[in-house]
């Protein structure tokens, strides 16, 4: 799916690769872009963690009938796992619990374990601050009312699982996986196996198939050039 992206020579049909910054919730950004555009049918292929950052990739108008095959796409991410803690949401967003001090952990032990248990096709459990919905109800509504559902495990594949430093129970990271997999659940899932706990305390997504985050741009870039496109065809219009 090699289509040309940021670029408004084929509007109102794009493709956009957004850096969503922290804080910021995919639709969010899809809506901002929708406000900025004024393109009625936008959509994002693949939703991000509003702590999360990184590559979004965003369609407009007849791509959007692409968003399925770029969601489909392998994915590559990097980010920071904290042992020695757990959270209920698998992630900073929730208040962290003392487990156990993971600084006798070498990191030939943590990498024989991602090895043998996080490499290649592996059974993942979806964790309750998630947005899947159990009888129409989202994971994360029925999580912070304090409930839990047993929830069924899926099928994923992890290619490539990397430490990248290891320093003061903090492991950075460098994760290629398919469709479908949750990170946080990763982080989890890891520090359980290592019996120290574990949190996902940082997350960027890199890539989207052939795509990469070092060719988007932010939403201030993103309207930047939208505003400067729009108020040329202006003109162009008037002229004509």
């Given at each position: 799916m090699n289509l040309t992206t940021n670029?408004?020579?084929t509007f109102?049909?794009?493709?956009?690769?957004?850096?969503?910054?922290?804080g910021w919730t995919s639709f969010d950004a899809v809506n901002k872009i929708r406000r900025i555009s004024r393109i009625k049918k936008v959509g994002h292929a693949g939703t991000l963690d509003p702590a999360a950052t990184g590559l979004l990739i965003i369609c407009s108008g007849k791509r959007t009938k692409l968003i399925d095959g770029y969601q489909a796409q392998e994915k590559v991410y990097s980010g920071t796992i904290t042992?020695?803690?757990?959270t209920a949401s698998?992630?900073?967003?929730t208040e962290k619990v003392w487990v156990a001090d993971p600084s006798e952990l070498s990191l030939n032990q943590i990498e024989d374990v991602i090895r043998k248990q996080f490499t290649g096709e592996i059974?993942?459990?979806?964790?309750?601050?998630?947005?899947?919905?159990?009888?129409?109800k989202k994971l994360y509504e029925l999580a912070r009312k304090g409930k839990e559902?047993?929830?069924a495990a899926r099928t994923v594949n992890i290619?490539?699982?990397?430490i990248t430093r290891f320093e003061k129970g903090e492991l950075d990271f460098l994760i290629t996986c398919t469709k479908g997999t949750y990170i946080r659940s990763l982080a989890n899932d890891l520090g359980s196996a290592l019996s120290v706990g574990?949190?996902?305390s940082s997350l960027r997504r890199e890539k989207i198939g052939e795509y990469a985050v070092t060719d988007s741009w932010t939403i201030t870039q993103f309207e930047e050039h939208c505003r400067a496109y729009l108020a040329e065809t202006a003109t162009q219009v008037v002229q004509d």
């Open positions: 670029d408004f020579s109102p049909d794009c493709t956009f690769l957004i850096d969503k910054s922290q042992l020695g803690y757990t698998y992630d900073s967003e059974q993942q459990i979806p964790p309750m601050f998630s947005a899947l919905k159990v009888e129409g559902v047993v929830r290619s490539e699982f990397r574990g949190y996902l």
